[in-house]
C-alpha cells in the first residue's frame, strides 16, 4: 500500500474516535474528536475534571515544558506530571501534550529550539524518550504508581499522541525569528526519538496560527516545510492549525489554505487537527476575536456546526477549545486569552459551556441511510458494486463490511472488491464525533453473469 493510502486508511481508522473494534450492539464507542486546552502547565484540579467529566471532555492538551521534567541534566521530576496525567487518565480524560521549551541548562532562550549542538539534540531526544518510556503504552507510570495511587481498576489512558513545539511560525516561540528548516530538524529528531520507544506513536506538527502578528502564516510555513525539508512528510502524521479570526469565514478560510498547502505537497491524505480555536467573552471588540458571552457560545456552535459539516473533506481528527476556564489574571500576551474560557475562573459557566455540550455530550444515536447501491434483494451483473450512504449528524465517520467480513472504517461511496456471481450483503454504521454508534443498515443482493 502506498504511503498516501496508507495514511488515508489510518486517519478513517482514528478521525477521532477510538475502540473502533466495539461490538456492533454498542450505542457508543470512546470518541476523542472534542477536547479542551487549559493553559500553560497543569492548573486543573479535582473540581474541573468532575465537571470536564460531564462535559464529556475526553482529551486535554497542555504544554509540556522539558524544564518542569528536567530542571537539570540529571534530574527527573516526575510527581507533578504524574499527578497531573493520573489524575486525568483516573477519571477518563487523556493527554495530549504539546512538548517543547528548553531548560536553562540547553543552550539558548526557552523558544530557542535545542539543534545548535550535538549535545542539545541529545539531550532533546533522550527527554523525548524517558517521557515516552514514562506514558507511552508500554510506560512503567501505569504499571506502578498509577495503580498505587487511583487503584487497582483504574483504566491507564497512555500518551499516544505527540505534538511537537508550540507555534512555531510564531516569533515569540521560535526565537529569533521563524524557520521552518530548522523545525523539518527538531520534528526528524523527535519522530526518531518518539517512534523507537512507541513505533505506533502519532506525531502532530506544532500548532500554527493562521495570521500570527510576528512570523510566518501557517500555510506559508508548510509549504517551506515541504520544499526545503527533504522527507519532512514522514516525520508527522498529522498536521495542527490554530485557525483564530473574528469571523466563521475567516476560520474557514484558514483551513482551506492549510489544506491547499497540503494537497499540493502531495500530502492530502495526512489529518488536520485544529489544536486550538476559540473566541473571548469579554466586550465586543472591532476584530471580532471578542464576542461578549452570549457571542462567544454562537461562534463556537457556528464554527463547530462548519467543521463537523465539513470534517470529512477537510479530513479534521481533532478540535480542541482554549480553554477551559478562565486565568485569575489578565494575559496581556494575548487580547482575548483572559475571557476565552467556557468558564469563568470561579467556575461558574459561560453559555459557551452549554454549547459545548451540545456537541460533546449529546447521547442519542445517528440514523445511518444507504442513498446509493444494488437495491435490496435485487440481481445485478456488477461484481464490483458502488454504495452511498449518510449519517442524520454531520460529522460522522463510518464502517462498513461485505458479506461476513469485519466492520472496518470507510467513506462514501465504496465500492466492494470483485464479488463472486451468487448472493452477497453490504452493511454500514456510523460513529458520530461524541462517539454515538448508529445501528446497521444493509442490504442484500445477487450478483449473476
Avoid at 534530574?75 to 477519571?91: C, K, M, T, V, Y
Avoid at 539531550?123 to 501505569?142: C, D, I, M, S
Avoid at 498547502?261 to 480555536?277: F, R, V, Y
Avoid at 452493511?427 to 454515538?436: F, L, P
Wanted: charged residues 15%; hydrophobic residues 40%.
Amino acid at each position: 500500500m502506498g504511503r498516501g493510502l496508507t495514511r488515508l486508511a489510518v486517519a478513517l481508522a482514528a478521525l477521532g474516535v477510538s475502540l473502533l473494534g466495539a461490538s456492533t450492539a454498542s450505542a457508543a464507542v470512546r470518541s476523542e474528536f472534542f477536547g479542551i486546552v487549559q493553559g500553560p502547565g497543569p492548573t486543573l484540579d479535582g473540581t474541573d475534571l468532575k465537571t470536564m467529566r460531564g462535559s464529556k471532555v475526553r482529551t486535554v492538551r497542555y504544554l509540556f515544558q522539558w524544564e518542569s521534567v528536567q530542571p537539570t541534566q540529571n534530574d527527573f521530576r516526575w510527581s507533578p506530571q504524574d499527578n497531573f496525567i493520573g489524575e486525568l487518565a483516573s477519571r477518563g480524560i487523556r493527554v495530549v501534550p504539546t512538548v517543547w521549551g528548553n531548560p536553562k541548562w540547553v543552550t539558548g532562550y526557552t523558544a530557542h529550539a535545542p539543534i545548535d549542538r550535538p549535545k542539545d539534540r541529545l539531550a532533546w531526544q533522550a527527554f523525548l524518550k524517558a517521557v515516552a518510556e514514562r506514558y507511552g503504552p508500554n510506560g512503567t507510570y501505569w504499571s506502578g504508581r498509577y495503580h498505587q495511587d487511583f487503584g487497582q481498576n483504574a483504566t491507564p489512558l497512555p500518551i499516544t499522541s505527540w505534538q511537537i513545539w508550540n507555534e512555531p511560525n510564531l516569533k515569540k516561540y521560535w526565537v529569533p525569528y521563524p524557520d521552518p528548516k530548522k523545525y523539518g530538524t527538531l520534528l526528524q529528531l523527535s519522530h526518531s526519538a518518539i517512534k523507537s520507544v512507541d513505533p505506533n506513536a502519532q506525531i502532530v506538527l506544532g500548532g500554527l496560527p493562521g495570521y500570527p502578528n510576528s512570523g510566518l502564516r501557517a500555510w506559508d510555513f508548510l509549504r517551506q516545510l515541504y520544499s526545503k525539508v527533504p522527507g519532512a512528510k514522514n516525520d508527522f502524521d498529522a498536521a495542527a492549525l490554530h485557525p483564530y479570526g473574528g469571523t466563521i469565514d475567516r476560520v474557514r478560510q484558514q483551513i482551506l489554505q492549510t489544506r491547499t498547502a497540503m494537497q499540493h505537497a502531495g500530502d492530502a491524505a495526512t489529518p488536520l487537527w485544529i489544536s486550538e480555536l476559540a473566541w473571548g467573552s469579554a466586550a465586543k471588540d472591532s476584530v471580532g476575536i471578542n464576542q461578549g458571552p452570549q457571542g462567544q457560545a454562537r461562534m463556537l456552535k457556528n464554527s463547530y456546526k462548519m467543521i463537523l459539516t465539513n470534517r470529512s473533506a477537510w479530513n479534521i481528527q481533532r478540535l480542541f477549545w482554549y480553554h477551559w476556564r478562565d486565568p485569575l489574571h489578565t494575559m496581556a500576551s494575548c487580547t482575548f486569552c483572559s475571557s476565552a474560557g467556557m468558564l469563568r475562573n470561579n467556575r461558574s459557566p459561560k453559555p459557551a459551556l452549554a454549547a459545548f455540550k451540545s456537541f460533546s455530550a449529546v447521547s442519542t444515536r445517528p440514523t445511518a441511510s444507504i442513498t446509493l447501491g444494488p437495491a435490496q434483494g435485487s440481481t445485478i451483473n456488477d461484481p464490483t458494486p458502488t454504495f452511498s450512504f449518510k449519517s442524520s449528524r454531520a460529522g460522522s465517520t463510518f464502517q462498513c463490511r461485505v458479506d461476513a467480513g469485519v466492520l472496518k472504517a470507510c467513506a462514501s461511496p465504496f465500492t466492494t472488491a470483485a464479488l463472486s456471481n451468487g448472493p452477497h450483503s453490504f452493511a454500514v454504521r456510523a460513529i458520530d464525533a461524541a462517539g454515538n454508534v448508529s445501528a446497521i443498515v444493509s442490504r442484500s443482493f445477487t450478483v449473476a453473469p
